[in-house]
């Protein structure tokens, strides 16, 4: 069986065959015996949408990019488009999982640029799990109830807008909480440079990762742009970039029936016996062993 048949990567897909890019389902519908999804939630399955998992009660964990995150009453998860995750089979929590685009919510009549403003889905800013106080608990509740009312309620030409919209207050208020962080105004005179550097790492990464590159193609100095890596995620622009690439190799080895050979090429190493050691440096195990501990 190759590679790809054990780690899919699911595009959206609305099992409930309604005519929106969103979806809404609970816990059990997701890991029941009778769950309508087609591949498995418990296996490490690459996304190409957002998502995030509203813990209403019950605790446990999540896991996302080769990291084991935990939840309890009043987390909230939020899993951005192109990261690896898996769901442990807990079917004592009560959880609502959201799963929606970014065209779903560009296309309201309130649209805007929200998903290149939120803080949420960077996963470089910050944590995935964001964990609701007592008192902030009852208005997300209550938003999602109201969104799981649109969405199960016979559809008129009021429905969609009104899923967005809420589903934007609740995005909105959660990153409001989350810049409650005590250092994000430091952070935000960097935040700028730093986004943009990160679209010009997702594009240019499996080909360059020179910092020299990235301070010229935003026109800055290496030393201001080391800065900025330093105060958004406090690393150096170096380990940053090497970071980034040690998750990109992950992926393609969990996603991909490529040989070590060919990932070794597709990472921009001439010769595998480089990459395997670049690996192992970071990991302490082999690229076959890491491929081999996740499928067996």
């Not at 949408?49 to 964990?61: C, K, Q, R, V």
């Amino acid at each position: 069986m190759s590679f790809e048949e054990h780690i899919p990567e699911i595009k959206f897909r609305n099992v409930h065959n309604k005519d929106l890019e969103f979806e809404i389902v609970s816990n059990w519908e997701v890991l029941g015996d009778n769950s309508p999804l087609k591949h498995n939630p418990f296996r490490p399955h690459r996304i190409r949408f957002y998502s995030l998992l509203f813990i209403i009660d019950g605790e446990g964990y999540h896991y996302i990019d080769f990291k084991k995150y935990k939840y309890q009453k009043g987390s909230i998860i939020f899993i951005s488009r192109e990261q690896v995750h898996a769901f442990e089979k807990n079917l004592n929590r009560n959880a609502c999982f959201m799963v929606f685009t970014e065209n779903f919510l560009e296309q309201s009549s309130l649209g805007s640029s929200l998903m290149h403003r939120l803080s949420l889905y960077n996963y470089h800013l910050f944590p995935p799990v964001l964990q609701l106080s007592e008192e902030e608990f009852p208005v997300f509740e209550n938003l999602l109830a109201r969104i799981r009312h649109e969405y199960h309620a016979p559809d008129d030409h009021l429905t969609k807008e009104l899923i967005q919209s809420a589903l934007k207050i609740f995005l909105l208020l959660a990153e409001r909480i989350r810049r409650k962080n005590r250092d994000w105004e430091e952070k935000s005179v960097y935040h700028e440079t730093f986004i943009k550097f990160q679209r010009l790492l997702n594009k240019h990464l499996l080909k360059n990762r020179q910092v020299q590159f990235y301070a010229g193609e935003l026109n800055v100095s290496t030393k201001k742009l080391n800065r900025a890596t330093q105060h958004i995620v406090n690393q150096t622009t170096k380990a940053f970039i090497n970071d980034q690439l040690i998750i990109e190799m992950k992926r393609l080895l969990m996603n991909t029936s490529y040989s070590i050979k060919e990932i070794a090429y597709q990472t921009g190493f001439e010769d595998p016996t480089n990459f395997i050691k670049y690996f192992k440096k970071d990991t302490g195990i082999t690229p076959s062993e890491f491929r081999k501990g996740y499928f067996l």
